[in-house]
């Protein structure tokens, strides 16, 4: 949870804010060297360092 806070507060200082949910499922995907699969990519590729898979 704290590194989906952190996720969260740097890309809303950027300008780019996603929602919380998804902060925690993009900080979950990192933690565990996972993609995130989605249909919407471009959301996703937001975050720094992700591995987006679309479908």
């Known amino acids: 949870m704290r590194r989906a806070g952190e996720l969260s507060g740097t890309l809303y200082v950027d300008g780019q ?13 990192l933690g565990e060297n996972e993609p995130v ?16 898979w679309g479908y």
């Open 37 to 52: 699969v989605t249909r919407n990519i471009d959301y996703f590729e937001r975050v720094p360092g992700l591995d987006v």
């Open 17 to 29: 804010p996603i929602d919380r949910e998804d902060c925690t499922v993009a900080a979950t995907a």
